[in-house]
């Protein structure tokens, strides 16, 4: 091999391995700290851009997660606060039946009918209070609401609002009814019947939404896991490869500095020729 003071190629390629195992080491070391084999569009520009765009997907269907959330916490309150209602109207049709005897007091008569009263009272309580986050699909102060169902916004689902105020359409009694009398209760009794399942009507049509927002909840949630897991196979780093890596570019950069120094040292023969 020729010995050049002017060019000493040795040196040259000494270095230029060296450089090929730093940047492979810093490559490495990067990966393991982000554990990101993509970390940044120079590293991989159409992997990164396919990542991005899974990523704005992801985003995309967590805004739809939480809106569908909030539609499952209405349509509950609204079918649990429902199912009170129905137990109140059956409590009512108890009274309307009792008020129907003849052979009652007065006292009994007027106890009943107090007792019927407050029970109204209580279905207008209890339809004020069906309220989530300022929606209430119950007591007439809010129509059908609709909720995100795509990550694009382009769908959405609904929860129809079905209004159980007293003297509506659904509920016909109304907040001065009574039944102070055998004749009114006997006309009650008509009112309550349509009234209850009337309400079961309703709250069925409510219930078979919030199932339909229940199934596609899940399967929203499914397809984000689903995106995730394949952007993770994207971009992931194999932290076990790169340690095993990390430990094999560590030992090749520590040869590359020792065969740049043997090379640097080369030139030197040449003094020992003229000692």
């Given at each position: 091999?020729?010995?050049?003071?002017?060019?000493?190629?040795?040196?040259?390629?000494?270095?230029?391995?060296?450089?090929?195992?730093?940047?492979?080491?810093?490559?490495?070391?990067?990966?393991?700290?982000?554990t990101?084999?993509?970390?940044?569009?120079?590293?991989?520009?159409?992997?990164?851009?396919?990542a991005?765009?899974?990523?704005?997907?992801?985003?995309?269907?967590?805004?739809?997660?939480?809106?569908?959330?909030?539609?499952?916490?209405?349509?509950?309150?609204?079918l649990?606060?429902?199912q009170?209602v129905?137990?109140?109207?059956?409590?009512?049709?108890?009274?309307?039946?009792?008020?129907?005897?003849s052979?009652?007091?007065?006292?009994?008569?007027?106890?009943?009918?107090?007792?019927?009263?407050?029970?109204?009272?209580?279905?207008?309580?209890?339809?004020?209070?069906?309220?989530?986050?300022?929606?209430?699909?119950?007591?007439?102060?809010?129509?059908?609401?609709?909720?995100?169902?795509?990550?694009?916004?382009?769908?959405?689902?609904t929860?129809?609002?079905?209004?159980?105020?007293?003297?509506?359409?659904?509920?016909?009694?109304?907040?001065?009814?009574?039944?102070?009398?055998?004749?009114?209760?006997?006309?009650?009794?008509a009112?309550?019947?349509?009234?209850?399942?009337?309400?079961?009507?309703?709250?069925?049509?409510?219930?078979?939404?919030?199932?339909?927002?229940?199934?596609h909840?899940?399967?929203?949630?499914?397809?984000?896991?689903?995106?995730?897991?394949?952007?993770?196979?994207?971009?992931?780093?194999?932290?076990?490869?790169?340690?095993?890596?990390?430990?094999?570019?560590q030992?090749?950069?520590?040869?590359?500095?020792?065969s740049?120094?043997?090379?640097?040292?080369?030139?030197?023969?040449?003094?020992?020729?003229?000692?």
């Open positions: 091999m020729t010995i050049s003071v002017q060019n000493n190629s040795a040196v040259l390629t000494a270095l230029q391995n060296l450089n090929r195992s730093n940047d492979q080491l810093a490559n490495v070391q990067q990966e393991i700290s982000t990101l084999s993509v970390a940044q569009p120079k590293d991989n520009p159409a992997v990164w851009a396919t991005q765009g899974q990523q704005i997907d992801i985003n995309g269907l967590g805004a739809v997660t939480q809106s569908l959330n909030r539609a499952s916490s209405v349509s509950d309150v609204a649990s606060a429902g009170s129905v137990d109140l109207l059956n409590q009512i049709k108890q009274d309307v039946l009792s008020a129907q005897d052979q009652l007091d007065t006292t009994a008569r007027a106890s009943l009918n107090t007792d019927f009263t407050g029970l109204l009272q209580r279905i207008t309580t209890t339809l004020q209070s069906a309220s989530f986050d300022g929606a209430n699909l119950l007591d007439g102060s809010s129509g059908n609401l609709s909720f995100l169902a795509t990550a694009d916004a382009s769908q959405s689902v929860l129809p609002a079905q209004n159980l105020s007293l003297g509506g359409g659904i509920i016909t009694l109304s907040s001065t009814s009574s039944i102070n009398s055998t004749q009114a209760a006997s006309a009650m009794m009112q309550v019947d349509a009234s209850i399942a009337n309400v079961t009507s309703a709250l069925a049509t409510i219930g078979d939404q919030a199932k339909l927002i229940s199934a909840s899940t399967l929203v949630q499914n397809l984000s896991t689903v995106l995730t897991e394949g952007r993770g196979d994207l971009i992931d780093a194999d932290t076990a490869a790169d340690s095993a890596r990390l430990a094999a570019l030992v090749q950069q520590q040869l590359g500095q020792q740049l120094n043997v090379a640097n040292a080369m030139p030197n023969v040449l003094l020992s020729l003229f000692r």
